[in-house]
């Protein structure tokens, strides 16, 4: 008679039953998804590869070369005005130093910019709408699109029309989750008006966190929304690839249940589990930079075969500890 099965080896077993249902190696729905790390907390979006691969590979470029990392959000809407409260907050274009004596006053720098894009087709015609969630670029104008990105609060499709002055904006990403509660705690920061002081374009409206000045001479970058960091998930260490030494840190550390993203812990619940794996064999693959690289492509024979030989390692290791427990 064969011996009962632990109940660690019931979930491994559990866990490859569902692998072997979910994993598909030759087409993944899911588009590229980044983590934004601010100092109000944590969001993720979804980028829409596929629709908008242009827009979508602009911003991967400055997110891979962590030109947006440090950068503060400049603008929330969110004011008396019925029609633009709620409306977007806006980052990525720059950063704020703050005074070396014997100045008192904060000064902005920009983020290092590449040149402008080609708009890709605005909402009303087929892009993605700029309805609540979404994220898209600023710009000044047609074909102006660098570095800046704002996030919609409300549903902002007056701003797909292509018949704009402005050539309409698209979106190419959605907050995921409860991500809006981060961003919406941006939007109801309070601005410099409400402190009784203006600083003038394009700083108007830039939310401040825990200050009780009354001049811009008091604001200090302490006092703003900064973007830590924004990076590719699955990424374990930074190096703007998914790939397998992303799969080597998670191996190394799985079943951690004090784990840190940097540990391998893609879905930071604090414990690494086969629910990391799968998100790490979602990203893998998926070149980030690349603007013709869509979440449907098959991947290659050694990208299969890798991902394989992860699945199989990891279940070795669980059933390893299972037999130890």
Known sequence: MLP????????????????????????????????????EGAFDLELFDDQVPVTVNNFLGYVNTQRYDGSVVHRNSD????????FVIQGGG??????????DTI??????TDPPIDDEPGGGVTGPSNVRGTIAMAKSGTDTVTS?????????????SPTRPDGGFSAFGQVLGDGMTVVDAIGDLPLPSDFGFGIGAPFNDLPLRNFS???IDDIREIHT??????????????????????LAILNNNFGNSNADFEDGDADNDGTITGKDFLIWQRAFG???TSASATTSAIPEPTSVALAACGLAALCSRMLVRARQA
Request: glycine fraction near 2%; avoid cysteine.
């Open 4 to 39: 009962p099965l632990h109940a660690k080896s019931l979930s491994i077993v559990s866990f490859i039953s569902i692998f072997s249902l979910t994993w598909s190696p030759t087409i993944s729905n899911a588009g590229t998804v980044v983590r934004f790390d601010t100092v």
């Open 79 to 86: 004011t008396s005005d019925p029609v633009l409260r709620d």
């Open 94 to 103: 720059f950063f704020l130093n703050d005074p070396t004596p014997p100045s």
């Open 107 to 112: 000064s902005f720098a920009n983020v290092v």
């Open 148 to 160: 800046q990105w704002f996030i919609n609060q409300g549903d902002n499709s007056i701003l797909d």
């Open 213 to 215: 000045g009354d001049s």
């Open 225 to 246: 929304v900064v973007v830590e960091r924004i990076f590719v998930f699955a990424d374990f260490n930074h190096d703007n690839s998914v790939n397998s030494a992303d």
């Open 286 to 288: 998926e070149p980030p």
